[in-house]
């Protein structure tokens, strides 16, 4: 397990993200996750077990858009998401020790419809007000040709507009410079619920293993948004 530098954390704090690259963490080859990965992607449709979700593209085509609940049917996943490794990283940035709370995989296929800028917890705030931590492993390179993450440093600090849905509103969105973050496969990328996100249609094939962590019973004390 690294180590997080002082500098490492502070950036963390200060923009509400980290990028560490597959060298710097060391937890799993690239080769790894995309050999495990197309065994996920390959698996029938089983009832109560994992969880396929299907998108309808441009042109009509239906497509695998991701699987979720899937690292209790596959050992290595599960020895890597629920591993020290993983585990150690996330409490140093959370500060104390952090629980899985969801996994999935995100496939963004070719002519895929991405995602609106958003942030993560208007998804689980039906559930609970619970903080969480996301480590999104690029599973292929993410670029801006193909549509990789782009953020707003800072973000999880601010007060952000939302419309209907949950979708971060166009003025809000255009007002404030969105940083992309390309991802080498095999580089995790660290953010928290709060942090504005965007993911445009890709253009080819990219895939993304995503997993939010929880830290142990804690319970979300940030200030309320703008609804």
Known sequence: ??????????????????????AEHNLVSPAQLQQWTNEVRSWPLEKGKWMPYFEVTSDGTRQLMRTENFVDFHAPFEELVCGDGLGGILAQLAGEKTTLFKDKINYKLPNGNGFHAHVDYHAYSHIAPVAHLTANIAVDDASIANGCLEVVPGSHRMDISFAQGGRIVRGWEDAHEWVPVELCAGDVLFFGKRDAEVDYSQGWKQYGFAAPFSPTDAVDAAPPVKA
């Open 1 to 22: 397990m690294p180590t997080l530098t002082p500098a490492q954390l502070n950036f963390f704090h200060e923009n509400g993200y980290l990028k560490l690259t597959a």
